[in-house]
């Protein structure tokens, strides 16, 4: 019989609760992974890494499709779709078994199978109906983390109106594509399916894309997306999406000014969110809140159940597996009774989407800085003043800061452009260490690199820019 008595078990095996599961090894505990599908869960599987995968592909495809201007020429550019979808999946299926190698190496056994609570300290495992295990420990972390929202009128089919899983295996390329929706997991549909061909039209409600970033950074995004060929509503509506026969979709998009249109789609997907994975893991016997589809925790990721905790997208936004992982760390660290732990600081979460042209960003935005009562200064710093982003050529683009006139502090960092998911980091280093404007001006940063538009941006807000 496989043990049944734990330190910490988890309910997940995705990036919130396969690092909490090492993390505890680590520190001594005994720990344990439960998990329905795929280790390493939606963003190892069906999220991050497969859609990066796909993205690299389009962004090649760019690429050759401009060879000209590097003094390159070959032959027509085609594509293989079934190609392209295997490699992406084998990408996935890769890291999901190093995942499984690392629980293994740290000694965390995995029962598959659904898990619910079963009263105090105790977890029953389930599979295809039939019992596979009650696990008993006195620390139980859920982090089953989240799916696709849908929306009334709205409901993806798997064929015709997609979500995210759908729009990663195309058994084909539409030749038209709708996206509702227009944060990271929209926008990056939009750029691959774009970049690879189809007409794509984007509606987002908001006023304006990417909703959750700087709207200086936002305006720049819109442009850029347009310039490529997309259309874009904002300030607007899909009502319904209503199939017509076997290969067509029919939308009613309500817009900015009121007035409705049909349109008509190969494909729609949507991305209008997400709720979290709270049913049927036995919540409705316990003291755990839940409000609005995401569990309710305290600063440590204590529910209201004692000796039960949550972590990752099932406690709600930002949904970001990085987020899940510091999560997953702090929560284990915190039952070990580790020193000198700090609660995290959200405003220290950096957030990326990997469009063309990338997003990346940390902190505050201007307007949400002057709104908390900051006076700001604010640098910019284009990418064509950079001799870097003009070899590469990449010279659109902006790296935008924001700083607490009176003490220095970095209270954002906004980016667009070409790797800029990379850059992004050394703001987040930065804020996280509370470096002040003196901090970032006296580091050297290295010549030709793209960074320097980061130390090009702090100078700006003082008015000591050099190369502009």
């Known amino acids: 019989m496989a043990e049944t008595s734990f330190d910490v078990v988890i309910l997940g095996g995705g990036p919130g609760g396969y690092v909490a599961a090492i993390r505890a090894a680590q520190l001594g505990l005994k ?4 998990e329905r599908e795929n280790l390493g869960g939606i963003c190892l599987n069906w999220g991050c890494i497969p859609t990066k995968a796909l993205l690299k592909v389009s962004e090649v495809r760019h690429t050759l499709e401009r060879l000209d201007e590097f003094g390159l020429s070959c032959g027509e550019v085609k594509f293989d779709i079934e190609k392209i979808v295997k490699r992406s999946r084998k990408v996935a299926g890769q890291l999901s078994k190093g995942v499984e190698f690392l629980l293994k190496k740290n000694n965390v ?20 109906g039939k019992e596979v295990a009650t696990l008993s420990a006195k620390h139980i972390i859920i982090a089953t983390g989240a799916r696709a929202r849908a929306l009334p009128g709205l409901e993806p089919d798997g064929k015709l109106i997609w979500t995210y899983k759908e729009a990663m295996v195309p058994s084909a390329m539409p030749t038209s594509l709708l996206v509702v929706g227009s944060g990271a997991i929209g926008m990056e ?3 691959f399916y774009s970049d690879m061909s189809a007409k794509v039209t984007v ?16 305006a720049l995004a819109e442009k850029q ?53 709270v049913e049927n893991i036995g919540l409705e016997d316990s003291a755990v809140e839940v409000d609005r589809g995401h569990i309710k925790t305290d600063t440590w990721m204590q529910t209201g159940e004692p000796g039960v905790y949550a972590i990752g997208d099932v406690t709600g936004p930002p949904w970001l597996a990085h987020k899940a992982s510091h999560e997953g760390v702090l929560c284990v660290e915190k039952i070990a009774g ?34 908390k009562g900051h006076k700001v200064r604010v640098g910019r710093f284009p990418f064509v003043g950079n001799g870097k982003a003009i070899a590469m050529g990449e010279a659109e683009g902006m790296v935008k800061t924001v700083f607490d006139a009176k003490t220095g502090e970095l209270l954002g960092a906004h980016m ?13 280093i930065a804020k996280t260490m509370e470096c002040t404007e003196a901090d970032l001006m006296h580091t050297i940063f290295p010549h030709p690199t793209l960074s320097e538009m980061m130390h090009e941006s702090v100078l700006d807000a003082y008015d000591q820019a050099i190369h502009i």
Do not use: W
């Open 203 to 218: 509606v987002e409600v908001m006023p304006r894309v990417l909703p959750v970033e700087d709207a200086e950074i936002s």
């Open 338 to 371: 580790v020193d000198g732990l700090h609660p995290m600081d959200v405003s220290n979460i950096p957030g990326c989407t990997y469009s063309r042209p990338q997003v990346a960003s940390v902190g505050l935005s201007e307007a949400a800085a002057e709104k």
């Open 109 to 128: 056994p995995v029962f598959v199978g659904e898990g619910r609570l079963a009263g105090k300290g105790k977890l029953a495992v389930s599979k295809d």
């Open 416 to 428: 667009i452009g070409a790797e800029v998911t990379e850059l992004i980091q050394g703001y987040t």
């Open 189 to 191: 549909f939009a750029s």
């Open 225 to 277: 997306f347009k310039k490529q060929g997309m259309e874009i509503f904002t300030g607007a509506t899909v009502q319904s999406l209503e199939k017509q026969g076997k290969n067509e979709v029919r939308a009613t998009i309500k817009t900015a000014d009121g007035k409705s249109q049909q349109r008509d789609f190969e494909r729609a997907i949507l991305a209008v969110g997400i709720v979290g994975n």
């Open 31 to 34: 720990a344990a992974v439960v």
